[in-house]
């Protein structure tokens, strides 16, 4: 007899989750209402609610609604997306690549979507009346029904929050004034500051969207603790990591947030004062005729802890890491005091030329060893029967990282 899932293993209102539609994936909060807004479609997760992680749904139009849809728990997956082809060409060279070789115009393709028509048959429909379709090679077709099923799939996967999907969902997000980190870089950042499950670790982070937080909650154990350590308030879901990994309260609790002025004594208190004028001003000009007052948006700033310089100066850390989008080299001296003895430091930049000029500084230090300076460089393969071969576009954003370690200065 199989054992009920426990509660953290299933999907629950208020949790962080994954969805998946064939291959496209965001990172979405499941409200009590359990609406997913996706593009102009409208779709009701309450059916999720309950079920476990990895669960595969198909997409039902709700009728009297365009383009509403409610989910039903797959058990067919191998027939899925299927299609009939009726064979293939040699070779492309006989098919033009012009507008005419498709008779439905998007106009009725937007028809079909809006009259509840579900994917796989408005796929089927395309294939009908494409005048090019049989002309292609087998390849040429596999490609083309891949790229239309990723358009009209009616399933989606709902999954469980990993730090790799999320370092990659916040990669490829076209976010402005946010630093990208790759999945492999952040593996790097992590290695590299030799993270011990139970060790103290300060994190000087500013625009990644709390993606190194959560890195760092995620591998700590309970005997771990992380001081994170900010200067701007400015930054937009600026822990939006952390929130997605879903992790307790006593896991939230291990970290500690501390402003930079705080430590460095000059944080002015009017930083953070509200002045009650300016909310009645804003109260007034958001007031409409026939509706309540409508409640003022404050600005996102972090909670800081009056115990957290008072943990730093008392300590001694076992790494430091900083990733920022201002220059680094200034931030980086302040915090090295609070290393201890032959402990590793790790800075990431977009930009080389910023960690070259603190290589150039920290080479003429005596208390700073095994200095490494390194430009990641990741290239991914696509691996298919008969056809393996590295991808022809890539992303060469993945960054540098400078490191070394700080050890006792010499005479």
């Not at 076209?174 to 290695?191: E, G, M």
């Not at 007031?287 to 943990?311: C, L, M, W």
């Not at 290393?339 to 977009?350: E, I």
Request: proline share 3%; aromatic share 8%.
């Amino acid at each position: 007899m199989e054992e009920p899932c426990s509660k953290a293993a299933t999907i629950n209102p208020g949790n962080y989750l994954i969805i998946n539609k064939n291959d496209t994936y965001l990172i979405h909060q499941i409200s009590n209402k359990a609406i997913l807004k996706l593009n102009r479609d409208v779709i009701d997760l309450k059916v999720a609610i309950g079920q476990p992680y990895s669960t595969t749904y198909k997409l039902e139009p709700v009728s009297e609604k365009k383009r509403h849809y409610t989910l039903v728990i797959c058990n067919d997956g191998l027939k899925r997306n299927q299609w009939l082809t009726n064979g293939c060409g040699t070779n492309n060279k006989l098919i033009t690549d012009d507008s005419t070789s498709q008779l439905l115009s998007t106009d009725d393709i937007i028809a079909l979507k809006d009259s509840g028509e579900t994917g796989q048959n408005i796929v089927e429909r395309l294939l009908e009346n494409s005048k090019t379709f049989q002309l292609k090679t087998e390849y040429a077709q596999e490609k083309y029904l891949k790229k239309k099923a990723k358009k009209y799939s009616d399933y989606l996967t709902i999954l469980k929050p990993t730090l790799r999907l999320i370092t990659d969902i916040l990669y490829k997000q076209v976010i402005p004034k946010t630093i990208p980190i790759r999945f492999d870089t952040l593996a790097q950042i992590l290695c590299r500051v030799n993270l011990d499950p139970s060790g103290k670790y300060l994190l000087y982070e500013n625009g990644s969207q709390g993606l190194l937080q959560a890195a760092f909650l995620n591998q700590l154990d309970d005997n771990g603790r992380l001081v994170h350590i900010f200067s701007s308030t400015t930054e937009q879901n600026a822990s939006r990591a952390v929130k997605s990994m879903n992790f307790s309260e006593i896991k939230l609790k291990q970290m500690t947030t501390v402003h930079i002025d705080e430590l460095l004594g000059t944080r002015v208190a009017e930083d953070v004062v509200v002045e009650e004028e300016d909310i009645s001003n804003c109260i007034e000009k958001k007031r409409k005729s026939d509706e309540a007052y409508t409640q003022v948006k404050k600005k996102h700033r972090p909670v800081t802890s009056t115990d957290g310089v008072d943990f730093i100066k008392s300590n001694k850390f076992d790494g430091l890491v900083v990733v920022c989008r201002e220059e680094p080299t200034e931030l980086i001296k302040v915090l090295l005091p609070y290393l201890s003895l032959s402990r590793p430091f790790v800075v990431y930049s977009v930009y080389r030329e910023i960690l070259v000029t603190l290589y150039a500084e920290f080479k003429m230090r005596k208390d700073i060893v095994f200095l490494r300076l390194t430009d990641n460089f990741l290239r991914c393969y696509q691996v298919l029967p008969n056809r393996t071969h590295p991808d022809v576009t890539m992303d060469d954003g993945g960054g540098c990282l400078f490191s070394g370690l700080f050890v006792e200065g010499g005479k």
